[in-house]
């Protein structure tokens, strides 16, 4: 049985720059473990029993950045699937985009991370060191720049 977690990749647009340049206004959140490699990761966690996978993906936002679903917005239309081994059994994450709605809400780290980075996407991609993470978080940019 595979491990499940869901999470989501939480994004917001910075009001200063120009409109010709909206996809350089995008950074995402990534938060840095406090446990292992202390690698860099959106928000994200297992499923609880009777929880449905968004649930978990809001729960464990709130939990691990300390923001509630009432402030962020769901992005329609984009749900990704990634699959690896972790110490030897598989496990599937899945993750939604969501956007904040105010731009300067505080993160609320818990005490699973240690740091929090709002990254442009070049940099969020070498925060992510896993491949499927920097693939992912492309095809997240390249959404978003299409539904401009």
Known sequence: MAVR??????FRRLQSAPPSK?????????????YGTHHWTPPKGHVDPGEDDLQTAFRETEEEAGLQASQLTLIEG????????VRGKPK??????????DCNTAIKLS???????????????KFAEYEDM???LKEVHQ???SKE
């Open 143 to 145: 959404f978003l720049c």
């Open 111 to 125: 005490e699973e991370h240690q740091a929090f980075q709002w990254l442009k996407l070049e940099d969020a991609c």
């Open 5 to 10: 977690a869901c999470g989501l990749i939480i």
């Open 78 to 85: 984009y749900k990704k699937e990634l699959h690896y081994p």
């Open 92 to 101: 599937t994450v899945i993750y939604w985009l969501a956007e904040v709605k």
């Open 22 to 34: 909206v996809t350089d206004s995008i950074e995402y959140l990534l938060l840095q473990t406090s």
């Open 134 to 136: 920097q693939a992912t």
